[in-house]
């Protein structure tokens, strides 16, 4: 091995002048056996430079708190969601001023609405005094400041727990029925008070139908965050338990694949995704996350609409599990995964990380 070339002292008029000397901490002395000039790792080599060139950031302002809400008196944990409660009404407004200052202005609510209260074709949705319009209400006069994006989708209201009206034969969910079931749960949203209706159903032309009619009934200002890309995935899977829409123990999951996209198509989530703009959208999502990065990515360089991601529930239980069994470090595996979804193009992040994000955030300052 070569060793590092001593430099000759230069000398002026016959003075010697002394080189800087080189701080041996900081840079210590490497053996050059490679023939390399440009190294990369020349922009790694202390926690300041790092800092200063990372290219992508995680700040609270980005994320978006998904909260379920109960009609129970007291918090109920969510067995697969450890950390998450479902939020007795009286405590939301505390909650989602306590978000707000740690940074995280935005929350997504979903109901968990009692199994007497559920029918097949999910009334309990247009019902004005629900749980869903009540906690809204609740919101906006506790915590006037946080950004509601309130889910308009009918599995909270239905026995059977997909996400519309199903056919005369029970076979498939009747689109335009459903479509017609969202319009008007969207107007009572937009009447509570919500900033964003979130379709999270994947009807077809779900959209322009939402926008014309909030448009139609001086709801101009209230928006929609479009679940665009919303694929059926395996990963809701503790979802479902929170808000009580899986199947009952023993019987099969069910399929959603009729709606929500087949995980294998890129194309058609960017098809998916010009459609809503083209409807009246203002932010898209992508759903999952972390598994539709690429989707993410697409969607980032094909509209200028900022861009939603939700790490979902599965997401969120898996490096839970992980850590749990000592396998991960449930930090520094969360902060990689919200920050490749940043890195990947979303703007903002619904994540069940977002509250111990902003907290551990607050206490690095
Ligand atoms: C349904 C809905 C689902 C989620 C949000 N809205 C699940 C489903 O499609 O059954 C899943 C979110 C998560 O897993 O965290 N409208």
Redesign the pocket.
């Known amino acids: 091995m070569t060793k590092c070339p001593t430099p000759k002292r230069p000398t002026w008029a016959g003075f010697a002048v002394a080189l800087p000397q080189r701080s041996a901490n900081l840079h210590p002395p490497m053996s050059a056996s490679l023939d390399q000039s440009v190294r990369l790792r020349r922009l790694r080599a202390s926690a300041g430079i790092r800092a200063m060139l990372g290219e992508t950031v995680v700040e609270p302002r980005h994320l978006i708190q ?1 909260l379920f809400v109960t009609e129970g008196e007291v918090a109920e944990p969510v067995g697969s969601l450890p950390g998450v409660s479902r939020i007795p009404l009286a405590q939301l407004g505390a909650k989602c001023a306590e978000l707000l200052a740690l940074g995280i202005h935005g929350v997504a609510l ?1 109901p968990k609405v009692d199994a007497a209260r559920k029918t097949a074709e999910g009334a309990e949705a247009l019902n004005p005094s629900n749980l869903a319009l009540r906690a809204i209400r609740e919101i906006k006069a506790k915590s006037p400041g946080t950004v509601i994006f309130a ?1 308009i ?1 009918l ?1 909270p209201y239905t026995t059977h ?1 997909h ?1 519309g009206i199903l056919n005369a034969a029970g076979t498939d969910v009747d689109n335009d029925r459903t479509v017609e079931a969202l319009v008007k749960m969207s107007l009572f949203t937009a009447q509570a008070g919500a900033d964003f209706v979130a379709p ?2 994947m009807m077809d032309g779900r959209v322009k139908a939402i926008r014309k009619a909030l448009d139609t009934s001086g709801h101009t200002g209230t928006g929609i965050l479009a ?1 665009s890309a ?1 694929f059926a995935s395996a ?6 338990d929170a808000i009580g ?1 899986a199947r009952k123990a023993g019987e099969a999951p069910i399929s ?1 694949a009729t709606y ?1 996209m087949n995980p294998a198509n890129r194309r058609e989530a960017a098809r998916e995704a010009i459609l809503d703009a083209e409807e009246g959208a203002d932010l898209l999502m992508v ?2 996350a972390g598994a539709y990065l690429d989707i993410i990515r697409d969607l980032r360089e094909s509209t200028n609409l900022p861009i939603a991601a ?1 790490q ?3 997401e ?1 239980a898996q490096l839970h599990a992980a850590a749990e069994k000592g396998w991960l470090d449930l930090r520094a595996t969360r902060d990689e995964s919200l920050l490749a979804i940043r890195r990947a193009g979303a703007d903002v992040i619904l994540s ?1 990380f977002a509250e111990a994000y902003a907290r551990d955030f607050a206490a690095r300052k």
């Open positions: 998904p979903f889910d989708a599995d727990g996400d999270s159903d679940y919303k990963f809701y899977g503790p979802f479902r829409s959603k929500q759903k999952p939700y979902v529930s599965g969120y069940y």
